[in-house]
């Protein structure tokens, strides 16, 4: 079956530079999403890989190795703001939108 | 700017009691989606409609019925509730082509307790 392995929690110091792993293992693969989410809110869409290599967008850049079945989210600058939760996600190529599967996030705590 | 809007934004049901939740969304997206979620956990798609007229299941569809009346609307109904379905309820739209269907605007979720 799908499966995707984050780890639960993760500490990082304002100003420096984090990154957040995700290992996924499905029959088939589309791409690899991420989310942000803080505590009461909606998840807010991050980023999107399809294929190999680095995506930037402003603090925040995405990884991916379809080969290693392995992603990342990195993000620098770290502002107090960043403390969130971050999810990836999933969906298992050759199926439709209802096989779009979430990890159980990575709760990311910034200290001052 | 409204997005995506979801009502209600609390309810408290009991056992058995039915409810709808509604989700508009003004971006003009074909594809709409509703997840569950749990306390500490990641979403679980409960249905998705890639266009008006559409729906498939997802994940965990057991114990709930949608509706896509229009490209707006995607309505999800609890006709019985049970606590197991005591939830946080997201529903999102999506932009992109039936490639990727990532979805990427969510409303404020609905918390729903089942007493």
């Known amino acids: 079956g799908q499966s995707l392995e984050q780890p639960s929690e993760v500490t990082a110091v304002e100003g420096a530079i984090v990154q957040i792993n995700c290992t996924y293992q499905?029959?088939?693969?589309?791409?690899l999403s991420w989310y942000q989410q803080h505590d009461g809110g909606a998840p807010t869409f991050l980023s999107y890989n399809a294929l190999d290599g680095l995506e930037e967008t402003g603090r925040f850049s995405s990884f991916l190795s379809r080969s290693d079945s392995y992603g990342y989210l990195l993000l620098q600058e770290l502002q107090m703001k960043d403390s969130a939760s971050y999810f990836c996600?999933?969906?298992?190529?050759?199926?439709?939108?209802?096989?779009?599967?979430f990890g159980s996030g990575t709760r990311l705590s910034i200290r001052p | 700017n409204a997005g995506v809007t979801q009502t209600p934004k609390f309810q408290v049901l009991k056992t058995g009691q039915s409810m709808t939740l509604q989700c508009a969304q003004d971006?003009?997206?074909?594809?709409m989606y509703w997840y569950r979620q749990d306390p500490g956990m990641g979403l679980r798609l409960i249905y998705y409609s890639a266009s008006e007229g559409t729906t498939d299941k997802g994940e965990v569809p057991n114990g709930y019925n949608v509706s896509r009346l229009n490209k707006r609307e995607f309505s999800l109904r609890l006709e019985s509730a049970a606590p197991s379905q005591t939830s946080v309820y997201f529903c999102?739209?999506?932009?992109?082509?039936?490639?990727?269907?990532?979805?990427?605007?969510f409303g404020d979720g609905t918390r729903l307790s089942i007493l």
């Open positions: 971006m003009n997206h074909n594809s």
């Open positions: 996600a999933v969906r298992d190529r050759g199926s439709s939108a209802s096989k779009i599967i």
């Open positions: 999102a739209s999506s932009d992109r082509g039936r490639d990727s269907n990532q979805p990427q605007h």
């Open positions: 499905t029959s088939g693969f589309y791409g």
